[in-house]
């Protein structure tokens, strides 16, 4: 089985799209039947029963159609961009290795590296569109364990992962170190406070790179994912300039 496919499963999203439209079909039901027995037995609390539903089928259909139809879960951001057997296409031969077993310095961390992807508690995040990449110290005020990472690729798109475990301030500085010296993804660090000036720049690029090229999304991430060191030079270049000092 390809990978993408296993790690929706393991995702259990193929289940949840069951049981989420299952819920909506059982406010349809309620909806109907609280209206039927209102008018056979002229009962207001019944009717009022069949509006909230009925309201709430409408106010949800939105949301649970787009998530019932959206391929993938366990891709975001891309699975809105790309098709289903593109996305399966880029996944096929990927290897992927706990980065315990490349740094041992790195531990109980739910990262997997491929060749060409990053695996963030289940959710996979292309290296070829990747630019900023990044863990946070913080803390949970309910005691739960919290490491939130960010992800920003070429596109100005931005995908948060809770890697769901407490790492040490060490510990997350050992993965920024890894991630700039390895991948080659830039962290928050470095960015300082001009992180959402540099987002602001990566998507009015993209629309640019769109319009001169004359292509739409789905041609260009296909451009950008085939030669990433191209693209990749071209966003370097318009970080600002004590950004670029440091990198």
Same mark, same amino acid.
């Given at each position: 089985m390809n990978q993408i496919k296993i790690l929706e499963w393991k995702g259990m999203y193929p289940v949840k799209k069951i049981l989420l439209v299952m819920l909506w079909l059982v406010g349809c039901f309620l909806s109907v039947a609280g209206s039927i027995v209102s008018i056979s037995n002229k009962d207001v609390k019944s009717l009022l029963v069949g509006?909230?539903?009925?309201?709430?089928v409408v106010v949800f259909f939105s949301r649970v159609k787009k998530?019932?139809?959206t391929v993938y879960h366990c891709v975001p951001c891309l699975n809105f961009k790309l098709?289903?057997?593109?996305?399966?296409?880029l996944l096929e031969g990927e290897v992927f290795e706990k980065i315990s077993k490349k740094d041992g310095n790195i531990t109980n961390c739910d990262i997997k590296l491929s060749e060409?992807? @990053?695996?963030?508690?289940?959710?996979?995040?292309?290296?070829?569109?990747?630019?900023?990449?990044?863990?946070?110290v913080t803390s949970s005020l309910i005691g739960r364990a919290t490491t939130p990472m960010k992800f920003i690729y070429m596109t100005g798109d931005i995908i948060n992962v809770d890697l769901k475990t407490d790492l040490s301030v060490d510990k997350i500085s050992l993965l920024r170190k890894y991630f700039w010296n390895h991948l080659g993804i830039v962290s928050a660090v470095v960015?300082?406070?001009a992180e959402e000036e540099v987002i602001d720049l990566f998507k009015k690029q993209y629309q640019i790179l769109k319009e001169e090229m004359e292509l739409d999304d789905h041609e260009l991430l296909i451009e950008m994912i085939k030669e990433p060191e191209k693209f990749k030079k071209m966003y370097m270049e318009i970080l600002p300039y004590? @950004?670029?000092?440091?990198v």
């Amino acid at each position: 089985m390809n990978q993408i496919k296993i790690l929706e499963w393991k995702g259990m999203y193929p289940v949840k799209k069951i049981l989420l439209v299952m819920l909506w079909l059982v406010g349809c039901f309620l909806s109907v039947a609280g209206s039927i027995v209102s008018i056979s037995n002229k009962d207001v609390k019944s009717l009022l029963v069949g509006i909230l539903f009925g309201i709430g089928v409408v106010v949800f259909f939105s949301r649970v159609k787009k998530y019932a139809f959206t391929v993938y879960h366990c891709v975001p951001c891309l699975n809105f961009k790309l098709q289903k057997e593109e996305l399966e296409k880029l996944l096929e031969g990927e290897v992927f290795e706990k980065i315990s077993k490349k740094d041992g310095n790195i531990t109980n961390c739910d990262i997997k590296l491929s060749e060409h992807w @990053i695996c963030a508690r289940g959710k996979l995040i292309a290296k070829n569109l990747l630019i900023i990449g990044y863990p946070r110290v913080t803390s949970s005020l309910i005691g739960r364990a919290t490491t939130p990472m960010k992800f920003i690729y070429m596109t100005g798109d931005i995908i948060n992962v809770d890697l769901k475990t407490d790492l040490s301030v060490d510990k997350i500085s050992l993965l920024r170190k890894y991630f700039w010296n390895h991948l080659g993804i830039v962290s928050a660090v470095v960015l300082g406070k001009a992180e959402e000036e540099v987002i602001d720049l990566f998507k009015k690029q993209y629309q640019i790179l769109k319009e001169e090229m004359e292509l739409d999304d789905h041609e260009l991430l296909i451009e950008m994912i085939k030669e990433p060191e191209k693209f990749k030079k071209m966003y370097m270049e318009i970080l600002p300039y004590h @950004i670029k000092k440091m990198v």
